[in-house]
């Protein structure tokens, strides 16, 4: 699937610029046009990937290039005042060859946060391609403002994209890790997840067939219909066979050799399959209730069968309870074996339900400060028999 990739604010510039390079590395083929947006001309001139004529600074006269200091009413305000000159960046995008945008941004500071549902809503107005976002959320040792910031965004976001796939730094930041070493793992983790899936609808003429692949229609109809999503992903590494796919097709089996080894590679299959949707997601969430879900697993194609798949895709529409499960392979000459499970509509999301409630306080709290500094402030001022009177 090929998209577009707007990243807005740090963390959606610093990912975008990841997924260059892994569409560099990997060959993927997913990221037809990458740009970058920014209050902060700093954090541009960090990428390493991004073009520089694709690098858009915004608010220039606003805040002269340092950016919004985690200010998302800011940075959505600056967003709107500036969407020209976003628009002049996507102009270059040859937009009849992407499937769909891909907005990304960190919901807890302040560029981002703010303007990406301010471009998500423009976006989808002049086109009709799909509009998704990738929001990541704070850490909960953020403090209460980021936590603040990506409540509110949270609620924008959604309503403005036609999908919002989410992922939680909250639930994978490691503890005694300096945070840029556990960004960029944690960006590492982002990129290889939705490489896979949006890889999947993406397979050249030069790549094996795949026994059903997966279309690109098929993420898009699994996205389709609006609301969360998370995404789940597990891999184990395997032994490449020097022929590639051609032994599985000569035997006539649909991959993994001898009836020994499909049973194997099938039992391999939906290990992965559960061990995906079971562990560690994107964004926590119970699974029970999803409204719609695609299953992709990918590696070398002697190593991958339908029956496997079929299994996995079953199993999952048991766990979800839901009716829409699609699912395919995505053969790729690594020594991995990887299942990549889309949850899209998931709503029973306890991790949302503790971020507004962080956010609700932490609104109390700022409002309670402030009224109380007003007043601190005026009888520190005001000498307190009134004797002194102000020049003007
Ligand atoms: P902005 O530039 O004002 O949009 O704000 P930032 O992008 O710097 O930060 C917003 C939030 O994104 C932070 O609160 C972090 O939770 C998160 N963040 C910042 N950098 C990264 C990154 O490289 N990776 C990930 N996963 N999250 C990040």
Redesign the pocket.
């Known amino acids: 699937m090929k998209l577009a990739m707007i990243g807005?604010?740090?963390?959606?510039?610093?990912?975008v610029d990841k997924f260059l390079e892994y569409d560099q590395r990997t060959q993927s083929g997913i990221v037809r046009a990458a740009v970058a947006v920014?209050?902060?001309r700093a954090?541009l001139m960090g990428l390493q990937h991004v073009p520089e004529e694709n690098r858009v600074l915004i608010g220039q006269s606003r805040v002269k290039g340092h950016?919004?200091g985690?200010d998302?009413e800011l940075?959505a305000e600056i967003a709107e005042e500036d969407i020209d000159e976003v628009q002049g960046a996507i102009d270059n995008i040859p937009v009849h060859e992407v499937d769909a945008f891909l907005i990304i941004?960190?919901?807890?500071?302040?560029?981002?946060?703010g303007?990406a549902p301010v471009i998500a809503k423009h976006l989808k107005r002049i086109y009709t391609e799909p509009v998704y976002g990738l929001g990541?959320?704070?850490?909960g040792d953020?403090g209460g403002i980021?936590t603040l910031n990506?409540a509110r965004s949270f609620q924008t976001f959604v309503r403005e994209v036609d999908n919002l796939m989410v992922?939680d730094?909250d639930s994978?930041r490691q503890s005694g890790e300096s945070v840029q070493s556990g960004?960029?793992e944690?960006?590492e983790e982002?990129v290889t997840r939705f490489g896979i899936l949006f890889g999947a609808g993406e397979i050249g003429g030069g790549d094996d067939v795949a026994e059903s692949v997966v279309d690109s229609s098929e993420i898009i109809n699994t996205l389709a219909g609006g609301g969360v999503s998370t995404i789940g992903y597990a891999a184990e590494e395997v032994e490449m066979q020097n022929s590639g796919g051609l032994l599985s097709r000569f035997t006539g089996n649909g991959g993994g050799g001898t009836g020994e080894d499909t049973a194997h590679t099938t039992n391999r299959i939906t290990n992965l399959v559960r061990k995906a949707a079971l562990g560690r997601l994107t964004l926590p969430c119970e699974i029970q209730g999803t409204e719609r879900a695609l299953l992709v697993m990918s590696g070398p194609s002697e190593h991958l069968n339908r029956k496997g798949i079929e299994r996995g895709r079953k199993w999952l529409e048991e766990q979800t309870g839901s009716m829409e499960v699609r699912g395919g392979d995505y053969p790729v000459k690594e020594p991995n074996v990887a299942s990549v499970v889309l949850l899209s509509g998931v709503t029973n999301v306890p991790r949302i339900k503790e971020l507004q409630q962080v956010a609700i306080e932490a609104q109390d709290n700022i409002d309670d400060i402030r009224q109380e500094s007003e007043t601190n402030l005026e009888s520190l001022v005001e000498d307190d028999e009134d004797e002194l009177d102000p020049l003007f």
């Open positions: 807005f604010g740090q963390a959606g510039g610093k990912i920014n209050t902060a954090d950016g919004v985690a998302n940075g941004a960190g919901m807890g500071g302040g560029s981002g946060s303007g990541i959320l704070p850490g953020e980021y990506a992922f730094n994978w960004y960029s944690i960006n982002i």
